[in-house]
């Protein structure tokens, strides 16, 4: 699994765009400075490894929608990554998850966190 510099630690999905917005706004941020960043999708924000699954997320301004976050942080070589045993305890399989998503262990959380050179875990 490669590192990243920045880790932006997510575990409230769609029930909660205020938290979702400020992880992909700081994540974007970090790329834009030129770190190396991923979203990490932990507990309930697992179901945003769904394709369109932040469809619709707008808190308002001064913040993007998250679709919008998302595309850019994207195509600026950010990750996103899923954990994979919150995964299937939610009820997702890998097959349900955006293919380019990166589906890891809690071996290789810890692994990623450690590597990091900062971390923001949105709870």
Same mark, same amino acid.
């Given at each position: 699994?490669?590192?990243?510099?920045?880790?932006?630690?997510?575990?409230?999905?769609?029930?909660?765009?205020?938290?979702?917005?400020?992880?992909?706004?700081?994540?974007?941020?970090?790329?834009?400075?030129?770190? =190396?960043? %991923? !979203?990490?999708?932990?507990?309930?924000?697992?179901? *945003?490894?769904?394709? +369109?699954?932040?469809?619709?997320?707008?808190?308002?301004?001064?913040?993007?929608?998250?679709?919008?976050?998302?595309?850019?942080?994207?195509?600026?070589?950010?990750?996103?990554?899923?954990?994979?045993?919150?995964?299937?305890?939610?009820?997702?399989?890998? =097959?349900? %998850? !955006?293919?380019?998503?990166?589906?890891?262990?809690? *071996?290789?959380?810890? +692994?990623?966190?450690?590597?990091?050179?900062?971390?923001?875990?949105?709870?």
């Amino acid at each position: 699994m490669q590192s990243a510099d920045f880790v932006a630690t997510l575990f409230d999905g769609r029930a909660n765009p205020a938290k979702v917005t400020v992880a992909f706004t700081m994540a974007l941020n970090a790329l834009q400075k030129g770190h =190396g960043a %991923m !979203v990490l999708l932990m507990v309930d924000a697992v179901e *945003l490894g769904q394709p +369109d699954a932040t469809a619709g997320m707008d808190v308002g301004q001064p913040f993007e929608p998250v679709p919008d976050l998302l595309t850019k942080f994207l195509e600026g070589g950010g990750r996103i990554g899923i954990c994979k045993s919150c995964m299937i305890h939610n009820g997702f399989d890998p =097959g349900q %998850m !955006v293919p380019d998503y990166e589906i890891i262990t809690a *071996l290789e959380v810890v +692994d990623l966190m450690m590597a990091a050179k900062g971390s923001l875990q949105i709870t």
